[in-house]
């Protein structure tokens, strides 16, 4: 299990790391939103503990453009800003769970495992759709604005990333590690290739653009 920490305060970080690695979880620790950013962009995580006080920002409105862009992973806001008015608002806002400062590690950790337990016994999707798009998991058909069109099994692997991450930027490094299951080598396109491809198949018959690409960084599903 992958854990993002996003904590400015150093003690608070270190504490939180150890806690959760010597509980066997693999932590990474960033200390701003442009860092917690780069982050979920280069990596998938099974869940994020959130910080609100940042230096270059508030961990809300961070919160507020995952939710906005499709990110669902388990969200669980760790703040010394305890007020009512301040966990509903980080709640309403697509939190999954709020631990007020100072807190117990063991309810840390009892939280974060409430958390991907309820993730795991969730239903999965075997549909998904967007903009005119349906690409059918199961039958491992694509269909685009009702016609049936015809992929090769890494266009569709490749398809299936993007639609499971709609609006997010994907790196090239998560793209290779997720599809070709091995790290990305900066000496090859095969990756621009294949996302050419996509957009050849399926903005020939849609009629819009579905990629954008991220200069320097890798591609965005719109």
Known sequence: MKILVVEDERKVGQFVVQALTEQSYTVRKVGTMAA???AVAESPYDAIVL???LPDGDGLQLLKEWRQNGFDE???????????????????LGA????????????????????MRRRSGSVQVTV?????LRLDLLARELKVNGEPVELTNREF????????NPGRALTRTLIAEKVWEAPYDMETNLIDVYVRRLRQKLEGIGGE?????MRGTGYKLL
């Open 51 to 53: 910080d609100l006080g």
């Open 128 to 132: 998904l759709e967007r903009h005119g």
């Open 36 to 38: 917690a950013h780069d």
């Open 209 to 213: 653009n579905y990629f954008k690409t």
């Open 74 to 92: 388990p969200v669980l806001i760790l703040s010394a800003r305890d007020s009512v008015t301040d966990r509903v608002e980080g709640l309403n």
């Open 96 to 115: 999954d769970d709020y631990l007020p400062k100072p807190f117990s590690v063991d309810e840390l950790l009892a939280r974060l495992r409430s958390l």
């Open 157 to 164: 692997a490749l398809l299936e990333l993007f639609m499971l």
